[in-house]
């Protein structure tokens, strides 16, 4: 127990509550307006275990559910974030709220500043929910690796006008070895001198050129530069809403109906390509955020980020299979529309060739519906991201002076030195890209940043929420080995 303990405390961050556990530090007026509207009644939310079979065997994970049994929360855009979060774990958690944007103690990261929550504990949450779009909650610590996580959606009223179909889904990468064994591998390896379990490594700068064409990727081609890394761990299974492709979850449509897919990557290791198939997609959000429309039947998704994806089904019966296809490997996941009457036919978990590295071919073409407002920046800081295979650490260099002060605007240029992809995600805010490559771009809204190695991108963000945020690698085991800066306001202690 020491142990898991030791490496599930790894990562620092934020949570708030309302209760007698609460360590709140100079939050008391959050508490105080909390504890104001506790007359209403909560949200209960549960932190439990459950079990699952993948590929035929029995695998115990948690869960996050309502008392109905609901995995998840669906909360209407300009309501309260009302939930009442409860243990019925043996060991200690805490849930984040990814793509919501609360007060800084509300974020729900171990000890900065809240504790975790003990078992048996309940503690209650209380924010404004925000804007809409789809979300997600998930604990911050080598829990996640175990299914702790669950779809987050806030619905607009635009949202219950449209005639569509909502179908959620949420991936994962599954391990039957726990994830303390698996840290603790990648760690071994490197010790011994292996590079650590590098199964999808692309060997050569000519394969990687090829593999990023398109990427706007020009001059990371450098002689003596060592092969770019992918998959750094491999999986016994990867899952669609807690299924494989053995026996995946289908979903009944009707024929001709439109449908809303909101994809959900919460794979801790594992980035992926959302094919639709024979269904003509239109991509309109990215990280619950909207975007201008971009057709087309395959879109990337890298860890934490999320997709909505509007298709449109033909008016005969039909069975239609939504793919999510791991990254440079020939694994699969995903989900099957079908109408009334359909055959529905075995497909194998397994493609034919590896799927695509992930590039900034989409990034580029992304433009948000609501940028933000048009000004100057008042600050900007240089962050590179740093790791070495061999050794298995990571880490962000330039994150110590990163102090901002509420109201400005801010920008970080965030420059990849290693040969591994990281998904960057910034807590507490939304962040507008301006900046792909040094070629400045009105860039999608988001919270989580795919920057492709050798690559670069330029994040532009409002202070408008004080605290001490996380700034990280959704790459579980990157942020838990040290690739982790936080952004501090000008007075958090």
């Known amino acids: 127990m020491q ?5 599930n405390g790894l990562m620092a961050g934020a949570a708030a509550l309302v209760g007698p556990s609460a360590a709140l530090l100079p939050m008391r007026s959050l508490a105080q307006d909390a504890a104001a509207k506790t007359s209403a009644e909560p949200r209960n939310l549960s932190v439990g275990y459950r079990t699952i079979d993948v590929r035929g065997r029995s695998a115990r994970v948690f869960g996050l559910a309502g008392p109905d049994g609901t995995p998840g929360l669906t909360l209407d855009i ?3 974030f009302d939930v009442a979060l409860s243990s019925a774990i043996d060991e200690p958690t805490l849930i984040h709220w990814h793509g919501l944007t609360p007060p800084w103690a509300a974020d729900g990261v171990p000890d900065n500043p809240a504790a975790r929550l003990k078992p048996s504990e309940t503690r209650r949450y209380i924010f404004p929910v925000g804007a809409g779009g789809t979300h997600w909650m998930h604990a911050h610590t080598l829990q996640e690796q175990n299914l702790l996580a669950a779809p987050l959606i806030v619905r607009t009223a635009e949202d219950g006008k449209r005639d569509e179909q909502e179908v959620v889904v949420l991936l994962h990468d599954f391990s039957f070895t726990s994830a303390e064994e698996l ?3 990648l760690k071994g390896n490197a010790a ?7 199964h999808g490594a692309m060997q050569g700068m000519s394969g990687m050129q090829h593999m990023m064409s398109g990427s706007d990727m020009a001059g990371m081609a450098m002689p003596g530069i060592a092969a770019m890394d992918l998959n750094d761990v491999d999986y016994d299974a990867y899952l669609a809403n807690d299924r494989t492709l053995d026996d995946p979850e289908v979903v009944r449509v009707e024929k001709g109906a439109r449908v809303r897919l909101r994809i959900i990557n919460g794979a801790t290791a594992t980035a992926f390509t959302i094919d639709t198939g024979q269904l003509y997609g239109e991509l309109v959000a990215v990280d619950g955020q909207g975007v201008q429309p971009v057709p087309g039947t395959s879109f990337p998704v890298s860890m934490g980020q999320r997709l909505d994806i509007r298709l449109s089904l033909p008016k005969e019966v039909g069975a239609f299979p939504v793919l999510a296809r791991r990254e440079g490997g020939l694994e699969r996941a995903g989900i099957i529309l079908a109408t009334a009457g359909a055959t529905v036919r075995k497909i194998a978990v397994e493609g034919d060739a590896k799927e695509p590295v992930l590039g900034f071919d989409l990034e580029q073409r992304l433009r948000p519906l609501r940028p933000l407002k048009a000004r100057p920046a008042d600050r900007r800081f240089n962050l590179s991201l740093t790791g070495d295979m061999a050794a298995y650490t990571w880490g962000v260099d ?9 109201g400005e605007r801010i920008e970080v240029a965030i420059s990849n030195a290693s040969m591994m992809a990281h998904p960057m995600h910034l807590h507490g805010h939304h962040f507008q890209v301006v900046g792909i490559n040094g070629t400045p771009v009105a860039g999608a809204v988001r919270d989580t940043v795919l920057v492709p190695p050798m690559a670069s991108v330029v994040l532009a963000f409002d202070a408008d929420n004080p605290g001490r945020w996380p700034l990280h690698c959704h790459h579980l085991y990157h942020m838990a080995t040290g690739m982790m800066a936080y952004v501090t306001y000008d007075g958090i202690g």
Request: aromatic share 4%; charged share 35%; hydrophobic share 35%.
């Open 183 to 185: 840290l603790a591998k």
């Open 3 to 7: 142990r898991r303990e030791f490496l």
């Open 192 to 198: 011994h001198g292996a590079k650590p379990m590098d």
């Open 78 to 80: 300009g309501s309260e």
């Open 398 to 406: 330039g994150a110590d002076g990163l102090v901002v002060k509420r």
